[in-house]
């Protein structure tokens, strides 16, 4: 459809005839020469001399309202409006941080046709299903072991993510487990966002060996920060020394921050973990609507440009023809 962006502009409309009926006629002062036989003269050769006074053009009266009309629907730009067009635009960010230390090869975690594979390969093969069913969500990866490091920042290009997912390998960032480092790392990379919601994933299988920023203090700024982590424990709680999972501290970091624990001990377990962290951070959109606008004002400017070219035009020729006629040209001898 269309509408016009200034319509209170059609109010001029009606100063066309205002001038021309208040404002006084054009008229122009030139030198003349008195005749004191001009009647008789006039009457001589035939012609009655005219009344002073201005000479009504009909047609040229209604082209100068017509193009008055042209010009101020031109100012009051009108526009096509096309159909409104819906853009859905994600409301989440929602981090990875995923342990690649080198307990995360041992192979204790079953698949459903009863091979064992080792932890990371079956985290990778549940994450990535998780990742398909996000598209609506920005994602983002951390990696850690005995350093954090950010594998890939927040995107809506989850094909890239899953493809950068898959270069994981155990041990990339060192052979220990730094959960706090993990955690702060993800405040500093959620910190710039605009969205309300920020999520973390924090999955690991060990005890904290090497952070810097200790677990229970990160928890707390990330909790300030207005971020949720949900963390989930993979590793064999009755294990020993570095490879022990330290479920406690898990726990407290996933309460402190308004999110929930998990426990995954195979792969069954791990992917029940993620259909259910799926019905507690659902898909959440804002819609964003946009029409798309097309300017119509040339269509009145250039009519009424037309209109007055094309009259001024044939009146030029109109004025030729007759003087060709009144003079016309002698034949040579």
Excluded at 35 to 46: Q, T, Y
Excluded at 116 to 145: E, Y
Excluded at 220 to 243: F, Q
Aim: aromatic content about 6%.
């Amino acid at each position: 459809m269309w509408q016009l962006d200034a319509a209170w502009l059609l109010v001029t409309l009606p100063l066309a005839w205002v001038a021309h009926r208040y404002l006084p006629d054009y008229s122009e002062r030139q030198r003349a020469l008195r005749v004191p036989f001009f009647r008789a003269l006039s009457h001589a050769i035939g012609q009655t001399p005219k009344a002073q006074g201005v000479r009504r053009d009909l047609p040229q009266l209604c082209l100068n309202v017509l193009v008055w009309c042209l010009l101020v629907i031109a100012a009051a730009r009108p526009v096509w409006v096309e159909k409104p067009i819906e853009h859905a635009q994600p409301t989440r960010d929602l981090m990875l941080a995923i342990d690649i230390s080198q307990s995360m090869e041992t192979r204790d975690y079953a698949q459903p046709d009863g091979s064992k594979v080792d932890r990371l390969t079956a985290v990778k093969q549940v994450v990535q299903g998780f990742i398909t069913q996000r598209k609506d969500d920005r994602l983002g990866l951390i990696v850690f072991g005995s350093g954090a490091f950010t594998q890939a920042p927040l995107t809506l290009d989850h094909t890239s993510l899953s493809l950068l997912l898959d270069q994981v390998g155990i041990g990339m960032a060192g052979p220990n487990t730094s959960v706090g480092d993990a955690i702060g790392l993800t405040i500093r990379s959620l910190e710039q966002t605009q969205e309300k919601d920020k999520v973390l994933i924090l999955l690991t299988d060990g005890n904290d060996t090497s952070s810097v920023v200790d677990p229970q203090h990160a928890a707390k700024m990330a909790a300030n920060a207005g971020i949720i982590v949900h963390t989930i424990g993979i590793g064999d709680a009755g294990a020993s020394g570095e490879s022990k999972v330290d479920l406690d501290s898990l726990k407290k970091i996933a309460a402190r921050t308004g999110g929930q624990f998990f426990r995954a001990e195979d792969s069954q377990a791990l992917q029940q973990v993620y259909r259910t962290l799926d019905q507690i951070t659902p898909h959440q959109v804002s819609t964003l609507r946009h029409q798309p606008r097309r300017d119509l004002f040339w269509l009145p400017l250039g009519a009424a440009l037309f209109l007055l070219a094309g009259w001024h035009g044939a009146n030029a020729l109109w004025v030729s023809l007759r003087r060709a006629r009144s003079h016309p040209v002698a034949p040579e001898a």
